[in-house]
């Protein structure tokens, strides 16, 4: 063994180490100075941050939150990643989304940073007559591609391979997949499933003789849209990959094989942590059941992380570019193959060429300029990321138990339990949202009532009748619709008077919360001039404590007189004379705004 001489410069080898102990002593200090009592154990606890599943993301983690063993790159579990030298090659797959049978489009893609495409084809999407036109220029031995083509998933499948005969593609070198999701495409439509055996022949044809080409995807999108948590997106992806094996190796294929004909299907976040612990889970808990199989070489769970849109917002749709970048890092970040951006208009329609290039750019930027694929796994060894990994696949596989207890995913969508629990999880996350606790910049939070909206053509109606489709926005979004008819039919929003009382010290804060809480379900807030002059109807009071003590009884009961028919105040519920209700931080702001239109005739 060498030993190094002493150079003098040992980091602060002169301080003793700190401890855990040390460290919650002084957390509590802190936390009972600002009126918080707390042992010094449960500061710890007090700083927590609850997650859905049953998680807490805790404020410091050290060696002693302990993980299993994650294992090499490319080697199971697969924790660290499928392949080896991960995506350091050449960076992960950039798939851009079509919807739309515009070939133009698709080749501007291609020209610009786009490796791959993801088609929607058939009903909802591009007809399947018409995927020659829109795949006309482009090599189809170089640009793999992915269809997603729900009920009409074999025609599509079979003019994609026809096109690769007609182009003169060698089978070796087509490259994609299929995109058969028979459970999946239930799962949005409700309909009967449909005959597994054309699926089942692809499968073998695939195996047999495209060994680039998958037939199948597992894709946890719909049961992510319908409002599931990461836990449940990670059950119904292992329960549908199970249901699959057992109809592949029914068909004849082998274990081996079978794996190999699925690729999975994640959304990926703004919670970028949530993110890259749910696709290390993802291959986690696929090299287990792969293990179970008797495959586990064949294990490696081939991912396409999709930015979700359950958070794309309509108001303000220039934020969804930062929440769509941080989604893209974490999608890297966490070893996934292909990963595709969802333009910042996507909610709105079909995405303009400025949106598409933002959307292939976000890859780009973090690709060659932030050279984040370069380094294998750079979340792996943090004591956080290995932990939460080893929660949300705990979380994870014992959602999928609970699947193959209720008859599988297939029982489990037909018998409505499945619909109903991921209700479950969405009704306490809109509670959430509601209240304001999980914000939602431009839409709760710092809206803007004169932003010009931005207006797209309308996209190919997607497939409904199954899960529903959930977005963040969408208890706001329905309050600022009604504000827009109401401006559309008298020419004016509904308003609100902010009386501010006292100096600007006094009021500043809570004038500014009532604002932002006002105008986030469509309301003007007025603060010039006099309540008689604002053409409003309903007054809030905005100042400190101390002055509405003095001053809130007197000025509520003034503006009543003066014709206000309701009279908030901006703080925490107290007994005010006049003072008809109390807006304040946590309070449900969608009932508040929802309960104010009301009054105000607003429909």
């Known amino acids: 063994m060498t030993v190094l001489p002493d150079d003098g410069l040992s980091l602060a080898a002169e301080f003793p180490d700190a401890t855990l102990e040390q460290w919650q002593r002084l957390v509590a200090g802190v936390l009972r100075k600002s009126g918080k009592e707390v042992s010094d154990t449960a500061a710890e606890e007090a700083l927590s941050t609850a997650l859905e599943d049953g998680l807490a993301s805790r404020p410091l983690y050290t060696a002693r939150d302990s993980a299993p063993d994650p294992g090499l790159p490319g080697f199971a579990p697969f924790v660290r990643g499928g392949r080896a030298e991960g995506n350091t090659t050449g960076g992960w797959d950039v798939r851009q989304r079509h919807s739309a049978a515009d070939g133009d489009a698709v080749l501007a893609d291609l020209e610009n940073g786009v490796t791959s495409l993801w088609l929607v084809a058939g009903a909802g999407g591009i007809p399947v007559p018409s995927l020659g036109r829109v795949l006309d220029g482009v090599y189809l031995d170089l640009a793999p591609v992915a269809l997603d083509a729900g009920g009409d998933t074999e025609p599509a499948a079979r003019e994609l391979l026809r096109l690769y005969a007609e182009r003169g593609v060698a089978k070796e070198a087509a490259r994609g997949n299929l995109g058969a999701d028979p459970l999946g495409h239930e799962a949005r439509t409700g309909d009967e499933p449909f005959d597994f055996a054309p699926v089942a022949g692809l499968a073998r044809l695939c195996a047999e003789e495209y060994p680039g080409l998958r037939a199948l995807t597992v894709d946890a999108l719909p049961y992510h849209e319908a409002g599931g948590s990461a836990a449940q997106e990670l059950g119904c992806s292992l329960a549908t990959g199970v249901a699959y094996l057992r109809e592949l190796t029914a068909a004849g294929l082998s274990v081996e094989h079978a794996c190999g004909q699925l690729e999975f299907r994640y959304a990926a976040t703004a919670d970028q942590f949530l993110t890259i612990a749910k696709l290390r889970a993802a291959r986690r808990l696929w090299a287990r059941v792969a293990e179970v199989c008797g495959a586990p070489g064949a294990g490696a769970q081939v991912q396409h992380a999709v930015t979700s849109p359950v958070m794309m917002a309509r108001r303000d749709p220039w934020v969804n570019m930062l929440r769509t970048t941080v989604a893209t890092l974490a999608a890297g970040v966490g070893g996934a193959d292909a990963v595709t951006v969802l333009p910042f208009d996507h909610a709105l ?27 294998i796994d750079p979340a792996g060894g943090s004591w956080y990321v290995e932990r939460l990994t080893d929660e949300l696949a705990h979380s994870g596989w014992e959602f999928f138990q609970w699947i193959e207890r209720e008859g599988g995913q297939a029982g489990a969508l037909r018998s409505g339990r499945l619909g109903q629990d991921l209700a479950n999880t969405w009704a306490a996350r809109s509670a959430k949202l ?59 929003r509904p308003r609100i008077f902010l009386a501010a009382l006292g100096p600007a010290a006094a009021h500043t804060a809570r004038l500014a919360f009532a604002s932002n809480l006002f105008q986030a379900g469509g309301i003007e807030p007025v603060t010039e001039g006099t309540f008689e002059d604002s053409g409003a109807t309903e007054v809030c009071l905005c100042s400190s404590d101390a002055l509405y003590e003095e001053r809130a009884a007197e000025v509520a009961g003034a503006v009543k007189a003066a014709g206000a028919r309701h009279v908030f105040l901006a703080g925490r519920p107290g007994r005010y004379p006049g003072v008809d209700s109390h807006v304040f931080a946590g309070c449900d702001t969608v009932a508040v705004l929802s309960a104010t239109l009301d009054r105000m005739g607003v429909s």
């Open 349 to 375: 329609g079909l995405p303009d060429a400025f949106a598409r290039r933002i959307a292939r750019n976000t890859s780009t930027i973090l690709v060659e300029e932030s050279h984040l694929s370069r380094v």
């Open 434 to 492: 509601a209240e304001r606790r999980e914000p939602v910049t431009g839409v709760s939070e710092f809206p803007s009532l004169a932003e010009r909206p931005v207006e797209r053509a309308p996209a190919p109606a997607s497939p409904s009748g199954g899960l529903p489709r959930v977005r963040r926005d969408e208890a706001y979004e329905t309050l600022r619709a009604r504000s827009d008819a109401h401006l559309a039919a008298t020419g004016s």
